[in-house]
Structure formats: structure tokens, C-alpha cells
């Protein structure tokens, strides 16, 4: 499917849709947490809704590619998206963090089918898509591997030894992410401890660094063809994001990183969503 | 029967205050380090929820911001330690010492330099976040490493003078901390000494002694109230101390009881309860049930309804005590 305008215009409504869940289901929650999900809700998106070779009716469908997420704790974003692409019933995402819920805190593997890993604990995703990426070459298999990742797990020492496995062994069919939104639990990345410069570090361990504006749907996609076309390296997109993306009140703010919106929070957000549809739809009609 | 030497709360069966064992821990913290300008904190982007912000607050320059890295969390708390300061490394158990469990044998256990590991949000009482971040496996861990003191506090207070307490010790200590609030059933005038512990329930002819440590500690204590009512006299142990263990206050209450039950929030592999029965059974071996975690995970839900589901409620330890009773 080419990525027209029209195609560009539904992402666009279907991620404001499941920005409307998100915030519905955190509040329901009680807990977890608002503005990493919030910002990778236009990537999460695009992935499932356009760029992943997958089937939600088959979540083990063997050649499906694979989507590892690493920083498990914006893992609302990839139930609400999962859900609305077809997995699971959209009623499902109500229980969030609840007893017996499939809808763990922090994902889990065995619980929820099409969840490819198990994460929270951060640092360990991209080592565990560098395993997959090298055993589906090993027998010559055609899907690819993601892994999302998060700035402020650009501090712990498992990525690096990752990047460095992942880079000497040319891993081209491994493309990572990372949600540059510059903000983690104690304040700002570059404040609590520096990650930057980024780009510099992922080209000396021998990574294809593109970097992109996370919510510029086509400018993702591109560097997603982008990375399918280089042949000797795995590929790193530097998404920069806005934390809290779609509600002015969370954007920037790092002190929404782990926390639910309150009931009149909610209410209040949910209007400002809404009201958002008529922009979406108002900027691609000229 | 409460055990009116131990000073307990006066509102311990009545409508008693909740505080988590990390603000204890916060409190603690800032006076020990008014005490001692070796003292030094390390934190891994937790510094709200490990309380170690109330140590940032009054000390700046004697705080030190890892970032999300708990491998150089203990090594650097490694390097601080062996050119002679006191460094409390701060993150959540699961993390620290888990994660970072092999540098701590070696840089800090073998090395034997006083570091101290705070280990917070352990275990199934995290709730919502679920079985990630739900450490069942900690006692366990540090347990095993020789010069390590293990210390799981069953309330703020105790948890405050547990921190005051390995402050002062030349060797490296882990204490464990819980997320949520528990009972302040302990006062400030309650007996604290790292390696004794607390008998705080003692009624006429026990029959089974409830050993536990941490959160359930206070289910213990409701679980042999009812077992009083239900003519059955108990003993309750608040074992703080997992290591070095009170051998002689273990062995006594066993001798006493005939039976024991052990209460712990953690795998009961490897946990607070086997280390009693590694006692036990060289000193004074009898029938014993083990409250806690049985070779599963935790999962997300509200410490109540985990704890029910678990068979860590004052219902289940009741029941234990009937059944250990049964098995004389
Ligand atoms: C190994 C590990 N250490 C600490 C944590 C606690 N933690 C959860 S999220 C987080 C912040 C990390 O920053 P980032 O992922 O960039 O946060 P966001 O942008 O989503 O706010 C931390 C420290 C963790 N989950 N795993
Ligand atoms: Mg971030």
C-alpha cells in the first residue's frame, strides 16, 4: 500500500482513536503511565497499521515480522494499538493492570498472544531482537525484526553490548527505534545523564543511523524503506518525540512519565482529542 | 498476646496508621547522614519512589545521579566504598541486587566494603506493575553471599532504625523495601538490633510459632489473634534479620511451639523460611509450613487480592497453623 495523503489522513484519525483508548484505559487503570505511550502513539501506528507484515487473527504466523518492545512501560500504547488492529476485543483494554487481566503492568509474553517478549525491566530488548534477527538469517528466513527502544535506556550497558553484537555481525534485517523524547523518571535525559551525542555513538558501532521526526508519518515510513535497502548494517531510526504528544497539559513534561490521568483529567483530555479529529481531517483538505 | 516489652503501637488492633517501608528508610537516611559525612547516596532515575529525594533535599553535593544503570550503580558503589565512604545505592529490588547481582557478589560481597544495597518495591505488594518488577527472589540472592547482612524491615519505623542501624556496620547490608503502606504496629521506643529478633506475640502454651518478616509480619500477628480466639496460643516472630539470623531466639520459639509456620513475601525457595529451616534442622527440628510464593510469578492486581490469590492472607496463615499443628 502506497503511503498517499488519504492513507497518511487515516493513520493520522486511527492514532488519535487510539490516543482516545489509551487515555480511557490509564484512567481506568489507576496507574502506569501517560506520556511515553502518548508519544509513540503515531509510530505504534504506522507499524501495525501500515508497515509490520503481520496477521492479528494469527498472531504465530511464522513469517510474520517481529516487534520487540524493550522499554515495557509504554506498553499501553502497544495494547490499545494491538487492540484496535484487531487482536482483542477494544472492551479488553478496561482491564489494564487489573487482577487476572491478560493486560499485565509490564507486558508478558505468555499472556497475551502477538506480545513477541517480555519486558519492563529495561535494556534487555535489543540484544533479545539481535538474537531473533541472527537466528531468522541463520536459516535464510525473510521477515524482519524491530525494537523499540527509549532514551533514558540509552544509559544501560546491556544496549551497547547489543548495538556492538548486532553491528559486527551486519544484522540488516534489524532495524531499531528509539523514542527520542528526552525526558526520564528523574527529569531530562540530557540532565540525569547525557545520552547525546546519539547519533555519533550508534555510527561508531557500525549502525545506520537515520534520524527522523517521530510523528511525520511519511518521514518514518521512508527511513523504515530506507533501512530495508541498506544490506551491511543493522539500521537505527533517532525518532524525535514529543512526550505527551496530543494533550498540550502532558507535552514536555516529565513529571507525567509514570503517572494516570485523574477523572477530570480525563474528561478533559478526551475533549481536547476530539476536538483534535477536526485538525487532522482540516490539514489535509488543502 | 502482645509482648508489652517490645512497645508496640496502642492502636495495633485498632485503627492503626499505614506508612511504606521506604519512607522509614528516607527518614532514616537523612538523620544517619547528619550523624556521618562518609555517608553518600546513589540512585539509578528512581529518586522519588526510593525516598532518597528527602537525602537530595538536605544533602546535594553528597548525592550522585547514576541514570538507568544499575551494573555501575553497584561497582561505582563498589569504587566509593573502598576509598572510604558509605554509600546507600538506591533503585527497586528487582534491579538492584537483581540485575546486578554478579557485580555485587564480586565488588561488593568478596570485595567487603560497607555498601549498602536498598532494594525498594519487593515483592508481590508492588500490585499493578506486575510480575517484572515484583522481586519474589532477593532474600534469596543476598542471602547466599558471605559478609552480606539481610535485613527486611516489617514497618517505616523499623525500616528507619534498620537504616540507622547498617550505617554504623563495616560490612555490606542489603535492606529490603516495600512499595506500599504497612501497618505501623512498632514505635520508636520498640528493641531494634540487627541479628536479634523480635518477639512480639506470646500467648500461654503455644502450640506454633509464626516466624515472618517484612509485610507479613503484621498478617502474622492478626493471623495468631485469631488463632487465639479460636483457643489455639501462638508465638510471632518479627525475624528483621535474615542474615546473621537470631539461631538462639529461632531455636527457643521452636522448642517451645513444636511447630512452625514462616511468612514471607518472596519465593519460599531460597527465602527467609528456608533460611529457618536450615536452622532448625540442625538444632531443633519440627514440622514446618512455608507461607510465601511457590514457585510462580507474581502478576499485576492490589497487594489484598494478590496476597488471597498467593495464600498469604491472615486466612491462609490461620489455616497453616491449624494443618502444622495437626502434623506433630
Ligand atoms: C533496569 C531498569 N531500571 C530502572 C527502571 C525503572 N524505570 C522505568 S521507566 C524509567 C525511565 C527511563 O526513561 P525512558 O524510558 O526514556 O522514560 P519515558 O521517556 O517513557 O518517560 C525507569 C528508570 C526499569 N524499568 N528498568
Ligand atoms: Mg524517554
Not at chain 1, 46 to 62: C, E, G, M, Q, T
Not at chain 2, 303 to 314: G, I, Q, S, T
Amino acid at each position: 500500500m502506497a503511503l498517499t495523503d488519504d492513507v497518511i489522513k487515516e493513520l493520522e484519525l486511527k492514532a488519535n482513536d487510539i490516543r482516545i483508548s489509551l487515555i480511557d484505559m490509564l484512567e481506568d487503570a489507576g496507574s502506569g503511565h501517560t506520556a511515553g505511550p502518548l508519544g509513540m502513539a503515531d509510530i505504534f501506528t504506522l507499524f501495525y497499521f501500515h508497515i509490520l507484515n503481520h496477521d492479528p487473527k494469527d498472531p504465530a504466523w511464522a513469517e510474520r515480522d517481529r516487534l520487540i518492545l524493550s522499554n515495557g512501560h509504554i506498553t499501553p500504547i502497544r495494547y490499545a494499538t494491538m487492540a484496535h488492529a484487531g487482536y482483542f476485543p477494544l472492551e479488553e483494554l478496561k482491564t489494564l493492570r487489573k487482577f487476572g487481566s491478560r493486560l499485565q503492568g509490564h507486558p508478558e509474553r505468555e499472556r497475551l498472544p502477538g506480545l513477541e517478549n517480555t519486558s519492563g525491566p529495561l535494556g534487555s530488548g535489543l540484544s533479545q531482537a539481535a538474537g531473533m534477527a541472527y537466528g531468522a538469517r541463520m536459516d535464510g528466513k525473510k521477515f524482519r525484526t524491530y525494537c523499540f527502544m527509549s532514551d533514558g535506556e540509552q544509559q544501560a550497558g546491556n544496549v551497547w553490548e547489543g548495538a556492538m553484537f548486532a553491528g559486527n555481525n551486519k544484522l540488516s534485517n534489524l532495524t531499531a527505534v528509539i523514542d527520542r523524547n528526552n525526558i526520564q523518571i528523574d527529569g531530562m535525559t540530557e540532565n540525569v545523564m547525557p545520552v547525546e551525542p546519539l547519533a555519533d555513538k550508534w555510527r561508531a558501532f557500525n549502525w545506520h543511523v537515520i534520524e527522523v521526526d517521530g510523528h511525520n508519518m511519511r518521514a518514518v515510513d521512508d527511513a523504515v524503506n530506507e533501512a530495508k535497502a541498506i544490506f551491511e548494517k543493522p539500521t537505527l531510526i533517532i525518532a524525535h518525540t514529543i512526550p505527551g504528544k496530543g494533550i498540550k497539559e502532558i507535552e514536555f513534561d516529565y513529571t507525567w512519565h509514570g503517572k494516570p490521568p485523574t477523572k477530570e483529567e480525563e474528561t478533559k483530555f478526551l475533549k481536547e482529542l476530539r476536538t483534535l479529529k477536526g485538525k487532522i481531517e482540516a490539514s489535509h483538505n488543502d | 498476646m502482645i509482648k508489652s516489652d517490645q512497645k508496640l503501637s496502642p492502636d495495633i488492633f485498632g485503627d492503626i496508621k499505614k506508612a511504606p517501608t521506604r519512607d522509614g528508610f528516607g527518614h532514616g537516611l537523612v538523620e544517619a547522614a547528619k550523624a556521618d559525612e562518609r555517608i553518600v547516596a546513589v540512585c539509578a532515575d528512581l529518586v522519588e519512589s526510593t525516598r532518597v529525594e528527602w537525602f537530595k533535599k538536605e544533602f546535594p553535593t553528597r548525592f550522585i545521579e547514576m541514570g538507568v544503570a544499575e551494573q555501575n550503580l553497584a561497582t561505582v558503589g563498589s569504587g566509593l566504598a573502598n576509598y572510604g565512604k558509605i554509600p546507600f545505592i538506591t533503585s527497586y529490588a528487582t534491579f538492584s541486587p537483581g540485575r546486578n547481582n554478579e557485580q555485587i557478589r564480586t565488588t561488593i560481597a568478596l570485595n567487603n566494603v560497607p555498601v549498602k544495597i536498598i532494594g525498594s518495591h519487593a515483592g508481590l505488594s508492588v500490585g499493578p506493575d506486575g510480575a517484572t518488577h515484583q522481586a519474589l527472589e532477593d532474600i534469596g540472592l543476598m542471602r547466599m553471599l558471605p559478609h552480606m547482612t539481610v535485613i527486611v524491615p516489617a514497618d517505616a519505623e523499623e525500616a528507619r532504625k534498620a537504616t540507622l542501624a547498617i550505617a554504623k556496620t563495616d560490612g555490606p547490608s542489603y535492606l529490603r523495601l516495600g512499595r506500599s503502606g504497612t501497618p505501623s504496629f512498632t514505635t520508636p521506643e520498640t528493641p531494634f538490633e540487627i541479628g536479634k529478633a523480635n518477639v512480639i506475640w506470646e500467648s500461654e502454651n503455644p502450640q506454633v510459632a509464626l516466624i515472618a518478616c517484612g509485610y507479613m509480619v503484621y498478617n502474622a500477628l492478626l493471623a495468631a489473634k485469631e488463632l487465639q480466639e479460636a483457643g489455639i496460643g501462638s508465638i510471632v516472630v518479627d525475624n528483621h534479620t535474615i542474615k546473621p539470623m537470631d539461631e538462639k531466639t529461632i531455636t527457643s520459639v521452636a522448642q517451645k511451639c513444636g511447630a512452625v509456620v514462616t511468612c514471607e513475601e518472596h519465593q519460599v525457595a531460597g527465602g527467609m523460611g528456608s533460611a529457618v529451616a536450615e536452622v532448625l534442622a540442625r538444632t531443633n527440628p519440627v514440622p514446618m509450613e512455608f507461607i510465601g510464593v511457590h514457585d510462580q510469578f507474581g502478576q499485576s492486581g492490589e497487594p489484598e487480592e494478590l496476597f488471597a490469590h498467593y495464600k498469604m492472607d491472615v486466612k491462609s496463615i490461620v489455616e497453616a497453623g491449624k494443618r502444622v499443628i495437626g502434623r506433630k
